[in-house]
């Protein structure tokens, strides 16, 4: 096991040891690390918690194939300990000479792209990650690419127009040139298990399952992350000390994609980026929600098991896989469970999972010909936005277009997500028409008590359930 922490910064590698370095907790945010070095100030805080990306970073790391792939977080969402092995890069990296600019500078330049100057090292990195990836994107890529970041001045015409035009490169720049001397300086370290303990916190960062099963036992207290988008507001919002932490996002067994003829099983940790591409074609209606959760940075970091382990009443993932009948998959010494999300919430932010088990997978069967399964999410704005009230629905016609099977599924709408069970039962062996459909509406009204708050009032949430109902029989009845 290792106790010190090391990753690629300004093309050395750095080394922490907590203990030594003692200004630094395991639970500093890389981006209070880096403003509290003196070359790094072009990182800035806009908002803590991953909403304005003026934290935007990009860490390097070689893929499946030995490529190196470049990924832009919201560096006041991570953890030191997370960028373990990583290579690092802020804005004052991108420079391609001691007074050139990048290609993506020079584009916000030329393009008159940039204001105030607060936000924009956010959106430059957010702008480089999708150079590297993307060599000649589409106007729908290059809007995605900057939805987790705020401009406050500008407006993003010239932001849009300015990465439309430095992304023509093929990714090539200096740091293609250093790819091969940062590969072997990050095989230089260590890839064993971390293990890091100060007066006060104890971080555990394990590398197989067996191994964080047996510290949850040795340590029942812990807290579970993979990506910390949510526990880590704990700590820049409420300022918590967190005392004992389990990262599980090294574990390479829960970052796998199993597809077989009838199922896919995504492992807990599969960042929501891989899902989003993985789905699009096979689960239309999770591919849609999950392309308007959170939002790039964010979607690098969150998987399944942390949206799941939270429990949330207004989590995004939950309804949708309830209507594709998907089931979480539980994991502890004692052995392997799977457990139907219909049952697997069974109150506020509570849920069936016993406090040694890990969420390991989340599998999802197959839809048989016919059955319609479809999602939507109800916010005040499209992207980077929390529900107020979201649904997701299932559908399977009978020979005479009645509805045999129905799933009707809500959130926001009480202390958890929640089916709409006497309106499923009235609908069942109806004919799915208009004149049914708007009948089992009034029952929406009976199945729910919802509450109001800074999103949305009570009555607009029941008119919202409500829509949504006719919204979903407008996209999915037959005509005759």
């Avoid at 099963?213 to 967190?242: Q, Y």
């Avoid at 199922?263 to 392309?291: C, D, Q, T, W, Y």
């Avoid at 997701?392 to 009707?408: H, I, Q, S, W």
């Avoid at 039962?425 to 208009?434: H, Q, V």
């Amino acid at each position: 096991m290792e106790s010190k922490l090391s990753f690629v910064l300004d093309g050395k590698i750095v080394e922490i040891d907590f203990n030594r370095d003692t200004h630094l907790r395991p639970t500093t945010t890389v981006l209070n690390y880096l403003r509290s070095l003196p070359d790094h100030k072009g990182t800035k805080e806009g908002c803590a918690e991953g909403d304005c990306g003026a934290c935007t970073v990009v860490v390097a790391e070689p893929d499946e194939n030995g490529k190196m792939k470049y990924t832009p977080i919201d560096s006041c969402l991570v953890f030191l300990p997370m960028i373990h092995g990583k290579w690092l890069i802020t804005v004052e990296d991108l420079s391609e000479t001691q007074c050139g600019l990048h290609p993506v500078q020079e584009s916000m330049v030329h393009k008159f792209g940039a204001q105030c100057g607060y936000c924009t090292p956010g959106i430059i990195m957010a702008m480089f990650a999708l150079y590297k990836n993307d060599f000649h994107p589409t106007r729908e890529a290059i809007d995605d690419s900057l939805t987790g970041n705020l401009c406050r001045c500008t407006g993003y015409r010239p932001i849009v127009e300015a990465t439309a035009e430095a992304c023509v490169h093929n990714g090539l720049d200096r740091f293609t040139d250093e790819e091969g001397a940062v590969l072997e300086q990050l095989k230089k370290i260590s890839s064993k298990s971390l293990v890091i303990q100060t007066s006060r916190q104890k971080y555990f960062r394990p590398t197989t399952l067996s191994e964080a099963m047996l510290l949850k036992v040795e340590h029942p207290k812990a807290i579970f992350i993979t990506g910390a988008t949510d526990i880590a507001l704990r700590v820049t919002k409420k300022h918590e000390l967190l005392e004992e932490i389990i990262d599980l996002s090294a574990i390479s067994d829960l970052r796998s994609i199993i597809e077989d003829d009838e199922k896919i099983i995504i492992g807990a940790g599969v960042p929501l980026n891989r899902v989003v591409a993985k789905v699009k074609n096979i689960f239309p209606a999770l591919h849609n929600m999950l392309s308007v959760f959170g939002s790039p940075q964010i979607r690098n970091l969150a998987t399944f098991g942390g949206n799941l382990g939270s429990a949330s009443p207004i989590g995004d993932t939950l309804p949708v896989l309830m209507a594709y009948n998907a089931k979480v998959i539980l994991e502890s010494i004692h052995g392997k469970r799977k457990v139907d999300l219909d049952v697997y919430v069974k109150g506020y932010r509570q849920t069936v999972r016993m406090p040694e088990e890990i969420i390991t997978a989340v599998k999802i069967p197959k839809l048989k010909n016919g059955t319609i399964v479809k999602s939507y999410k109800i916010s005040k704005r499209k992207d980077l936005d929390i529900s107020t009230v979201s649904g997701a629905f299932r559908l399977e016609l009978g020979a005479n277009g009645d509805a045999k099977d129905v799933k009707l599924i809500y959130g926001g709408m009480a202390e958890k997500t929640q089916r709409a069970g006497k309106t499923e039962k009235f609908l069942t062996g109806k004919i799915w028409n208009r004149e049914n459909a708007e009948a089992a509406m009034s029952l929406i009204d009976l199945e729910f008590r919802p509450i109001s708050d800074a999103r949305a009032g009570e009555e607009f949430r029941r008119v919202a359930a409500r829509n949504l109902l006719l919204k979903f029989w407008g996209e999915s009845h037959v005509n005759e």
